[in-house]
């Protein structure tokens, strides 16, 4: 981290700043910085009178006694004892003004292309919630969501959310074993999932997946499968008495529903985020702070517009997509695009293409996606009409410099502001952002805290100082509420450093002379692979499945176009050799278990790894052979002489 430290003080030294256009603060929320800072302010010194009137913008149907309860740290509660529905909040409370007003464009990766306005997708979140009630789904029972990136995502979510059962959304580019994991985790009662949906123009057997995810999960009662297409069925089997056609058990269910009535600290969904223990964390987030905090954030980080066309490229199997593709924007009455399929299919000119086609005007996407982009050329997006853009963002991992003036250069001809936004699963919104209109950038920064947001960077000790460790000194509406099932780990994990004062980020962080933030990476054995969060001690124990594997360490190393990417050195038992063909097969293992996005760049098979005398592996020193850098201190390896194995193994793979 140190090195990383240093690349980002010389970004630092040699960062320029850009300022709004003239025309875009005119039209902006938020027209200055005095206006931002006076906010700020308030919400830090007063957070209950401003959370308080953020929270009266939206629809309660009983108010509540305390803006926020401190009195059970690390246990905070808000908007104690209000009644509320995050459903009813996206889709009725708009029905009168903008009931006509298109919601959802859905194109899929075929080219199949849906719209709905807010009256139809309150109609099929009517008709879906009725269908998990006839199929004994309750408030408080959990449901899993293993689906492509089609409209029925968006309406099942909203359609959990409105009869009061808790969703449990997963990523649907994840294989066997993590679909088995959190459904077991979760004793999800139910889950929907898909015949199959399309990526680079192949079919992926979801609901056969499920089929081998929910073998040995009792908890289940019915899978509800949706057809991709509506007229015909992609191959899958359906197991009698157990797995059930949406199509055909919603027949003649009615349209209307009345939303069940939540309380703020009510359960909204668990999603599970990659632990270093090695077992994915049950996340949970409930209902009335999570609302507001995604529709303040929504609303200013992207400015939002009535006339905005807003496309969000996350997969809703992550946080991104709960908040800022379903939620957020819904709440605030705003036009939201979705698309199924891979940004390379057919062509490498796809987003553009829907970009153009839908007159886009703000735009979020990943680093990853972004340097990609770079890499392809810039013919791909110059071949399209990309002036509907207004607003550009990033999310997911630190942006490098050059991406980000790629980005305002090329996609945003110099007219966009970047919001390049920092926060995690467990923020449940964005919590250190430029405000459009407002903040002058810094490419590679995020820049300054949002509303209600107390960040430091910490010593081990707990002093301040310009590079360590990111904590938050308050708490804020849309935080985690814990660790399902594992308070105590929620408290000694996230609130057991600096004696429980701070919120622990695990990530590294920069400041600069201008208070600025930026955000270097990970400080724990997570990896952040194409923005995507994955455990080292997971993988590891999965390759252990292989019998020829004796032990492993999986590093995080750069990555040109995802950030980071995976190296994998593993030690072979006794009469084993390695082969390009055990790659192979170890590579086969990850892909089944967890899921092809996180295959390692590299194996290399080793003797032995560099470990203390108390057994802990040095990781710092793997980092240091597969980046080239001079080895850091060795004298505390139990056996120095290992290292130089590793060296020459890493040369010949």
Known sequence: MEVEAEQTRNLIHHSHKYAPSASFVEQANLKSFEEYKRLYDESINSPETFWGRVASELHWFNPWSQVLDSSDKPFFKWFVGAQTNLAYNCLDRHLELHGDKIALIYEGEPGDRLTYTYRQLHEETCKFANTLLHLGVRKGDRVAIYLPLVAESVISILAVARIGAIHNVIFGGFAVDSIKGRILDSTAKLIITSDGGYRRGRVIP?????????????????????????????????????????????????????????????????????????????????????????????????????????????????????????????????????????????????????????SVSVFYTAPTAIRTFMKWGDEFPNSKNLSSLRLLGSVGEPINPEAWLWYRTVIGHDNCPIVDTWWQTETGSILITPIPGVTLTKPGSATLPFFGIEPAVLTETGEVTDYGSLAIKKPWPSMLRGIYGNQERYKQGYWGMWEGKYYYTSDGALTDEDGYFWIIGRLDDIVNVAGHRVSTAELEGVVLEHHSVAESAFIGIHHDIKGQGLIAFIILRQGNVGSPKLKQEINEIIGKKLGKFELPEKIVFVNDLPKTRSGKIMRRLLRDVAEGRPLGNTTTLADPSVIDHIVEEFKLS
């Open 206 to 358: 979801l609901k056969d997946l499920v089929d081998e995810g929910v073998d040995g999960c009792p908890s289940v009662e019915k899978i509800l499968v949706i057809r991709r297409h509506p007229d015909r069925q992609l191959p899958c089997k359906m197991q009698e008495g157990r797995d059930v056609w949406y199509h055909e058990v919603s027949q003649g269910k009615s349209l209307s529903h009345e939303a069940q009535h939540m309380d703020a600290e009510d359960m909204l969904f668990l999603l599970y985020t990659s632990g270093t223990t090695g077992s994915p964390k049950g996340i949970v987030h409930t209902t009335g702070g999570y609302m507001v905090g995604a529709y303040l954030t929504c609303k200013i980080v992207f400015d939002l517009k009535p006339h905005d066309i807003y496309w969000c490229t996350a997969d809703v199997g992550w946080i991104t997509g709960h908040t800022y593709v379903v939620y957020g924007p819904l709440l605030n009455a705003t036009t939201v695009v979705i698309f199924e399929g891979a940004p390379d299919w057919p062509d490498k000119a796809r987003f553009w293409d829907i970009i153009e086609r839908y």
